[in-house]
């Protein structure tokens, strides 16, 4: 007996996707969205598998993912957003709910929604994050969402 191991991989047929971008702190969540655009579009997923969906700021977030999954459309959601503490005195409670509100979505739905929001002390820590020194979260949050799509349908 040999034990089974059972694991994604980063190659899909097709990966119908939503993203959520978040409009606040807009100059970084837009290179999130080029960020993980890019990355699904490197590893095969055609621009017509992908919705871009904006909303206002991250506390919206949740929400909009939720209206997303219940239309069915989706395999996976990347949420992104930007949560600056510098830039507002409730970064607490915004950064607490949309953390909160979708890790819900994933166990509620049953389907993964990638949490690409960035919560940084400050403007430079979240430049560094959007495709500087420090990668693209945006990225990293595309490769998450393929992986755990592909994994989804090998442990079904
Ligand atoms: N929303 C963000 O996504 N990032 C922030 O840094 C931020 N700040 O600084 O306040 C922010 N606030 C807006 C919030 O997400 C809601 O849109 C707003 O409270 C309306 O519900």
């Not at 100059?27 to 904006?54: N, P, Q, W």
């Not at 909009?64 to 395999?75: F, H, I, K, N, P």
């Not at 990638?114 to 990668?135: C, H, N, P, S, Y």
């Amino acid at each position: 007996m040999s034990m089974k191991v059972i694991e994604g991989d980063f190659r899909l047929e097709s990966c119908k996707t939503a993203i959520v971008v978040s409009r606040w702190n807009s100059f970084i969540t837009e290179r999130l969205k080029e960020g993980a655009v890019e990355a699904l579009k490197r590893h095969g997923i055609s621009e017509d598998d992908i919705t871009v969906v904006y909303c206002p700021g991250s506390f919206e977030i949740p929400l909009t993912a939720r209206q997303l999954l219940e239309t069915g459309s989706y395999d996976g959601i990347i949420t992104l957003g930007t949560v600056i503490r510098g830039a507002t005195a409730h970064f607490d409670y915004v950064s607490s709910a949309v953390t909160n509100g979708v890790a819900r979505l994933n166990l509620d739905y049953g389907k993964p929604v990638i949490f690409g929001v960035l919560t940084t002390d400050t403007i430079e820590q979240a430049i560094e994050r959007a495709g500087t020194k420090a990668g693209n979260k945006g990225e990293e949050a595309a490769m998450a969402l393929l992986e755990m799509v592909s994994l989804g349908s090998r442990i079904r």
